[in-house]
């Protein structure tokens, strides 16, 4: 399964055309953001548009920049995109899990209230988390050399109890590009201009 991850949009039309040439060359099977497409919810309809030329399955959860029901609305306007905020999809042995909004706080106990009903679904799949906030004792919720860790503590205590095979963030602009392992986990912050993972 190859995956092409980006996040932070931000409605930035380089980095959406950087996207769109990377799609069209590499022909992933699915188009994963994690969240603030938009500008605090401007241009979200238009830059969705940009991408259904493409006809690539779009997994896409809200960041701090959008709201949860009206990026909802939107994303039910377009067969391409499958709004995932708080739902899971499966794909063969995949399961897909996305979480979104937030980013600033450390524990999120609706987060960890939610997830304890599910556990039973990820059990013997390959499951792939997507969150906008960072997770915490990683490389991707730093924010400068020497700076404390700032991201989500129930979304690292839920990875390593679940063992995805993936987990992708976004939110910290200063941690675009960064990979890290969570025991087993590949987590990583795409940034804007993307990044390419083929999984087995």
């Known amino acids: 399964m190859k995956l092409l991850l980006f996040t932070d949009l931000h409605a ?16 992933p099977d699915y188009l994963i953001c994690t969240g603030d497409i938009s500008v605090f919810g401007t241009k979200l309809e238009e830059v969705i548009r940009k991408f259904k030329p ?18 909802k609305e ?4 377009y067969s391409f995109v499958i709004y995932l905020h708080k739902r899971i999809l ?31 679904q990820f059990e013997g799949k390959k499951v792939i988390f997507l969150a906008h906030a960072p997770f915490y004792g990683t490389n991707l919720d730093v924010l400068f050399e020497g700076d404390r860790h700032r991201g989500n503590t129930s979304f690292t205590q839920f990875i390593k109890k679940i063992k995805p095979v993936l987990a992708v ?10 990979k890290d392992k969570i025991g087993k986990t590949l987590v990583i912050n795409p940034g804007q201009r993307g990044a390419l993972l083929e999984l087995p």
């Open 12 to 27: 930035n039309p380089k980095a959406i055309s950087i996207l769109l040439e990377k799609a069209k060359k590499e022909k």
């Open 54 to 71: 493409l006809n690539i399955p779009f997994i896409l959860i809200p960041g701090n920049h959008e709201e949860g029901l009206a990026m």
């Open 74 to 77: 939107v994303c039910s306007k």
């Open 90 to 120: 499966v794909k063969e042995d995949y399961l897909f899990f996305g979480y979104g909004g937030g980013g600033f706080c450390l524990v999120d106990s609706k987060f960890e209230d939610f997830t304890k009903k599910l556990e039973n």
């Open 169 to 178: 963030c976004g939110h910290f602009h200063e941690c675009f590009g960064k």
